[in-house]
């Protein structure tokens, strides 16, 4: 497989988290003359979504099931499909749950619930996907970290440690791919407003799935290794290590 459309691999997209709202924003700007494929749960309920990106371009949608919690799957099912459509061009990861931060402090099993789809099923994911890429030869991943793992804080401390571990774990994979001709993609926005978050109160420098998505191409096409949405969280954060932790703990969300 070669390149398109600048540093874009060719190849069909897959999309873990077929119903995501920032990864199918992907997935329609990748989609003009390629095979799309949604994975997630409950796949027969896809019509909405695969209509959606039939009408960006897509050549043909496939939706598959997908279980991200269901670890020991994953093998069978990435070769499966990079056998029936010829290898994978892009994979975007845009599985993920929030939580319910105050019922995890009081709850482990809801505590290793989140932990488990955030990060654990995500290194299950990425370590299946490095392996097939490396003896691709080429393809991107998109993972989505998140400031909340820059530096994690109190209002948000079961999610965000998922986060932090997550940025480690695919920044370290980022390094291990170099020289492969795979190319990993980690995303690090704020707060994105979205079905995730309804009923929150924005938090400053917010985002939309649209803007999300937008960066997120232009990182793929200059192959960045990294992208911050929106920039000005760089420099922002950058500030915010330096802060006391007497008044980093009382931060919000």
């Known amino acids: 497989m070669g390149l398109r459309g600048g540093g ?25 003359g390629r095979v799309v494929i949604l994975a997630a749960r409950r796949s027969n309920e896809l019509a ?18 997908f279980d991200a919690d269901d ?26 749950v929030l939580g319910d931060q105050a019922r ?11 932990v488990h789809t955030d990060y654990l099923a995500q290194i299950s994911v990425l370590t299946t996907l490095a392996n097939l890429l490396r003896a691709q030869g080429s393809g991107q991943i ?17 999610y965000g440690s998922a986060k932090a571990g ?8 980022s390094d291990a791919l170099h020289g492969s001709g795979v190319h990993l993609l980690l995303v690090r926005s ?18 939309t799935p649209d803007q999300v998505a937008e960066a997120v191409v232009n ?21 915010m290590r330096l802060l006391p932790q007497a008044v980093w703990r009382r931060m919000p969300r």
């Open 166 to 173: 997550l940025d480690g774990f695919a920044s370290g994979l």
């Open 219 to 239: 990182g793929l096409v200059r192959r960045a290794r990294l992208v911050w949405r929106p920039r000005v969280l760089q420099p922002a954060f950058f500030v």
């Open 48 to 65: 909405e979504e695969s209509a959606a990106v039939l009408a960006a371009g897509a050549t043909s949608v496939h939706c598959v099931e």
């Open 71 to 96: 670890t020991a799957s994953h093998p069978a099912l990435v070769a499966k499909l990079a056998a029936e459509y010829g290898g994978l061009g892009v994979t975007v990861l845009a599985f993920g």
């Open 8 to 32: 874009i691999a060719d190849g069909p997209v897959l999309l873990l988290g077929g119903r995501s709202e920032i990864g199918l924003e992907v997935a329609r700007r990748l989609a003009q």
């Open 190 to 207: 704020g707060f994105v407003i979205g079905r995730m978050t309804e009923g929150m109160d924005p938090a400053p420098f917010s985002s």
């Open 104 to 114: 995890a402090e009081q709850d482990p099993a809801h505590a290793l619930a989140v």
């Open 142 to 158: 998109v993972v989505f970290s998140s400031v909340a793992g820059v530096r994690v804080r109190r209002a948000n401390y079961v």
